[in-house]
């Protein structure tokens, strides 16, 4: 699935990125493949909002949608 | 708000000296302080160098950057950023002052040690003599999360100072300490590529730079490495997992900051609290000090005492009814009018939209503001990232028009640089307008405010679909909220007010002299004559109304001032402030058109928002049910 097709709460582990420039960028904010993030929230066709730990970055739908996440099962605890 | 984008490179050589050698002092240190966005970097950098700092914009960019006086040192405080590359406006600045500095304090969050430690450990790379500053330590713990600063500090091989620097908690130390600074241990993966082109000939600190293809210093390194992504990949994972091994997490329940700021990217929560800043926002820009401050400051202060006693003063100078005492003294007297509309109208009003932008900034209400619009943007061709180009415009346009840069795409920048142009009205025009379409009721400021809606979607739509190429999306850091810290939104506020005083005064005075020498030779008459039939006959507005438009080929609000000097219907008052907003830009905004997108591209874009102006103010004259 991508990244774009989260719902609120799920856990999700990145598998790619398509684009380059935008690999680069999320880099630096700590997103990459094989990283586990949650999706803290979604707007409708708009920006997936991912957190890690404290820490949140807001993905313009066109560049969730070409990033591939694989979802993890829920655990009930807090992401 | 940060200021970003891409420029060439031909300028760089001169920044150096200016951010290095001709400002460091003899016998001390030149120390840069660098950090990620929103790390508390300002309030360390005030208690480091005490009340007197020096605020200027770096040569060449719209970056603000402060510097003072630290003991012997000289230290200097650098846009936030997440990395030091070429990627924007404010990278290329921060790298720059890190390559001439002579030691680095870095700061960062201990929140979010993850995130900030790339950049840490890219100068640990560039072989900086370095101090870490571990700030926040109250706001991590307060969410369960313990860093160990030792260990941090064994890890790096650098100082790490633990801090609260709102509260001061731990800053004594910095100043202590700076002497151990000290180059920290690189990734040994990089080691040998980097040693391998400073027996080229580089420094340590421009290899590094080479080896991540810096688009302004790689090329002379040549083809040499494996290239930006792996080494930021090598770099991405050890930060991860030295934050991991730092951090002890305890669990705690979720801050309320966290989710208030989770909800104000919600539509259905988002929205009703935009309308509530935009109505707090009116309120106070528009009816408090538009209204009531302005009728002090303007009729009282400037018309009241100023402008009498000027003429009293030097009216013996000139002969009464010379050219001279028109010139200086009369009606568009550069000694009279030009100080009025400044001081009185404007700068009360430039003051009380700076500071409600310093708030907005220092909260981190912005970027979520960025994500919530993202989608009626990207209809616009543009992403979130562009409301804050639009927002600044409502400030100052011109500084908005700088602002596009933070855009990634040169389409974007078209077409925001356009919008801006076409439908933005800045704070002194906007002051205007409301002093002049509320007291004719909600009727007349709803239908203004909706008619330069209309245009910009329309222009917006337009463009997206006429223009080649593809925009960029948003991809965007949230900070946390937080309280602004008062003393840094009075700061940014002055400096951003002096900067608005710097630049509009000596276009108000040419503008005055130029319409005074107009008024003079009998050219503004016969220009009156000649605009006649559109002003009269296609905007039914009074033929002296053209004058104003002629004051507002120079800056907007001069003609908007000019405009509100007139009597006017309701309905002519409602065409008149729909033409004079749509009007051409102002000639500073011009300038920065020109600059960043060329003469040809800026006179184009002169021309449509001229014809533009004049067909949607004839129409909303004419708009029937008012």
Sequence with gaps: MTLNQCRPGDRVVIRSIEDGEVRVQALRLGIDAGVEVCCRGVLPGGPV????????????NAIARRIRVRLLPATGGRA | ?????????????HRHGRSGGALRPAGGKLVALVGNPNTGKSVIFNYLTGLYAEV??????????????MGPHLLVDTPGVYGISAFTDEERVTRDIVREADMVINVVDAGRLDRDLFLTLQLVDMGVPLVVVLNLIDEAAARGLIVDAEALAGLLGVPVIPTVAVTGEGLEEITRRLGDARAGCPNPELVPRIEELCRRGMSRREALLALEEDADVGPRGGNCGPGREQVYRLRRQRASSTAELVTARRPRREATGAVLGRLLMQPAVGLPFLAGVVALLYLLVGVVVAQHVVEFTEEVVMRGYYEPAVRRLLGGLFPPDSAAAQVFLGEFGVLTMTPTYLLGLLL?????????????????????????????????????????????????????????????????????????????????????????????????????????????????????????????????????????????????TLVRAGGFLAEATPLFIYGSLAVGLLHLSGALEALQAAAAPVVSGWLHLPSEAARAFIMGFVRRDFGAAGLYALDLTPRQALGAMVTITLFVPCLASVMVIGKERGWLEGAAMWLATFFIALVVGGIAVRLPGL
């Design chain 2, 348 to 492: 009360p009003l430039v003051v009380a939209f700076y500071l409600v932008m310093a708030i907005m900034e220092d909260t981190g209400y912005l970027p979520r503001l960025a994500v919530l619009l993202d989608r009626f943007f990207v209809g616009l061709g543009l992403n979130g990232r562009a409301v804050i180009p639009v927002v600044l415009g409502f400030g100052c346009v011109t500084m908005a028009s700088l602002a596009t840069r933070v855009l990634a795409t040169t389409r974007e920048r078209r077409i925001a640089l356009f919008l801006l142009a076409l439908t933005i009205p800045c704070s002194a025009q906007l002051a205007v307008i409301a002093g002049l379409l509320v007291p004719l009721g909600p009727r007349y400021m709803l239908t203004y405010v909706l008619t330069v809606l209309v245009v910009f979607v329309l222009a917006g739509t337009l463009l997206d679909r006429l223009l080649p190429g593809n925009s960029s999306a948003l991809l965007i850091d949230l900070p946390p909220l937080r309280w602004p810290l008062p003393r840094n939104v009075l700061r940014k």
């Design chain 2, 56 to 69: 200027s914009n770096y040569p060449g960019t719209t970056v603000d950057v402060a510097t003072g006086r």
């Design chain 2, 1 to 13: 708000m940060s200021m970003r984008g891409r420029r060439g490179q031909g300028r760089h050589r």
């Design chain 1, 49 to 60: 909002i991912l957190g890690r730990g404290q820490h949140e970055i807001a993905v313009g």
